[in-house]
Every structure is written in C-alpha cells, then in structure tokens.
C-alpha cells in the first residue's frame, strides 16, 4: 500500500464513514474508490481534490506526510497544510475583493474553493488596505454592535490559526456553524472561544478541525448613520459629567 492509500484510509476511520458513503461524496462507484485505499489503483487529479476537499486537507499532506501520526485537529497547525485560495487579480496587479453578498451566502461553504465561483463574486478595491488577500462578507443580525443587519465587514485571510489574536474580531467559515462574525479567544486546546459584543448572545466554542476559513476584520462599509446606544461605562461617564456641570452651576449661582 502507498502512503496516500494509508492515509485515505486513517482519514476516512477517524471521521467514522463507510467506504459507501466517502465514494457517495466523491461522486464514484464503491468498487473504484476502494482501489484507491488498498494501493491497486492511483486516483486520477480529480478525485485527488474532491478527497482533500473533502477532508480540508492539502494534496501535498495526503501525498507526502503519515497523517496516521498526526491528530486531525491539530492539522490546521502545520505550516504546509494548504489548500489553494482562489482570488481575482486587476490587471494592475492588485488583488480585488471578492463580495459575498447575501444573495449568494448560502453558496460560500461550498464554493470558497471553487475558482469558478470565487469569479462568478462581485469585487471592489479598496487601496487602503495594504498587503494581504481581502474579502468581504453580509452581517445577519445584531450579535456584533455596532455592525448592523446589511452592511459588508471586509476581512484579510488569516493563513495560521496561530496567528489569531485574543479578543479581535473575525470571520470564520466553519463546517457546523456557518458563516460567523465574532471575537475570539484561544483559552482552550485545540477549541476556540467565540464571543458575541452584544451580551444577550452567550459564548460558544467551535475545534480547530471543524474551520474552513479565518478572516480578520479589517474595516466595515455600511449605509446607516444611526447613533449607537451609550455603553454602560459611556453612560456613567455621561452620569458623572452631567453632576460635575450641576456642581459648577451651583459654585457660580454661590459666587453671585
């Protein structure tokens, strides 16, 4: 057996699914995928990126590393585990930023990967942003003040879970959860912690191994001009200011 047979193999154990159903997600007979996990038989390009699609793993780490040493979770953590990003470039070079509006969201998990629908995307640029692939999501709901219902957060890829911040804001794209904007910290093994600004919605945590994508918020583009409620600490501070007008006014009516 080869290494990639090997793999396969561990790959489709420790997700708990049949050779039945894995072929039924490559699209292909039972009978041809098992050639592949016995060594009898190599799989064509194709059915390579279906599988490492698939199981979010690189060709390159199904080809070349025993993933049987290797906890599935902790695979997002190695450097050489990538699975190709597709962008749009301008013809000056500069990478546009793909729009995904809310009209084709429910297609993303699916398609991120897909270049043909990363194109199909409207784009924008925005030249402040610097260096860094960029792309911009809906906001749903009322989970991240003062992000409202509507407006576009633009998010550059973060290519390392290492490299997230505790306590920014981001965009994950995860296999349970969706589409997600929410801040982060990494308190837990191989979990994150997702926080929501608005208290009403309590704290979650979502593994390492169920993520797709990681943005970090970089600006938002919105159409309100609505004033934001006070805070509880900016309402004291209005509290505190209003009684030190008061204590003046009542100094100068003493004086006169």
């Not at 396969?8 to 420790?14: D, G, M, Q, T, W």
């Not at 997600?25 to 009898?40: A, C, F, N, P, S």
């Not at 993933?67 to 997002?76: A, C, F, G, M, W």
């Amino acid at each position: 057996m080869s290494l990639f047979s090997d793999n396969i193999r561990a790959l489709r154990v420790k997700s708990k699914i049949s050779q039945e159903k894995l072929a039924e997600h490559l699209q292909i007979t039972r009978g041809r995928y098992v050639k592949y996990e016995d060594g009898t038989s190599e799989a064509p390009y194709e059915i390579l990126k279906k599988i490492a699609y698939h199981f979010h793993i690189s060709i390159d780490l199904l080809l070349s590393v025993d993933i049987r040493k290797i906890e599935i979770q902790d695979l997002i953590n190695l450097e050489n585990n990538r699975i190709i990003l597709p962008i749009q470039v301008e013809p000056n070079g500069d990478n546009s930023i793909e729009i995904v509006t809310q009209k084709v969201k429910a297609g993303y998990l699916t398609g991120y990967s897909d270049p043909e629908y990363i194109e199909s995307l409207q784009q924008i640029s925005l030249p402040f942003l610097g260096t860094g692939k960029h792309r911009g999501f809906p906001v749903e709901g009322d989970s991240m003040p003062p992000h409202e219902e509507g407006s576009i957060i633009v998010g550059r890829y973060v290519e390392n879970i290492g490299q997230v911040q505790d306590g920014k804001t981001y965009i994950l794209i995860t296999k349970n959860h969706g589409m997600v904007y929410k801040r982060l910290n990494k308190n837990k093994k191989n979990t994150l912690v997702l926080e929501s600004d608005n208290r009403f919605y309590p704290n979650y945590e979502v593994k390492f191994s169920e993520i797709l994508e990681i943005w970090e918020f970089q600006c938002n583009i919105g159409r309100t001009d609505t004033k934001q409620p006070l805070t509880e600490i900016e309402s004291l501070k209005e509290i505190l200011l209003e009684l030190k007008r008061e204590v003046s006014e009542i100094k100068e009516n003493t004086i006169n």
